[in-house]
């Protein structure tokens, strides 16, 4: 993977210190994936995210009032290769699924890897987008053809909660 010269002397690895906290997330998920499917499940979760190692890990859950645990991150910055290698586990299984690896370029996140969907291989993209203080849009992607065709399954879009102070 090519990447840019670190710029203002940043190597990537605070790229994602802006997970840290805690974040409304509202889902957009294909019930079915790579079946041309258009049916899309929405629900709504609560994302709270940490530093580890330094700040060279991160992790986050996401935590839905229905359903409980629906998974969390673990994110590694290597310095030496300047690459991100985030990881999922899933509550269906507790199985840490292979790494997606990349690097932030111009405000947008891309991480991309291999794993299997329903026994065939496939390559997996996040992106990362229009990240502010108070916001963030997160989107996977499978390809069954290599990386020519790419369908999103999963979108998230985080909020920064908003608290009322009581005045008395």
Known sequence: MDL??????NDGRHDFNFITGRWLVSNRRLKRRLAG????????AVQ???????????MNDLVTEDRGAIGMALRFFN??????????VGQNDGVMQPPVAGAFAGGIGRFE??????????????????????SARWEQAFSADGGRHWETNWVMKLTRPVYHVAHH
Request: with cysteine; net charge negative; hydrophobic share 30%.
């Open 79 to 88: 310095p030496q290769e300047r690459l991100w290698r985030i990881y999922w």
């Open 48 to 58: 709270d995210g940490a530093l580890l190692l330094g700040g060279l890990g991160n």
């Open 113 to 134: 890897g291999h794993d299997t969907h329903e026994g065939r291989p496939v390559r997996v993209r996040f992106l990362w987008t229009d990240i502010t203080p108070g």
């Open 4 to 9: 840019p010269p670190a710029d203002d002397g």
């Open 37 to 44: 499917c258009t049916d899309w499940e929405t629900f709504e």
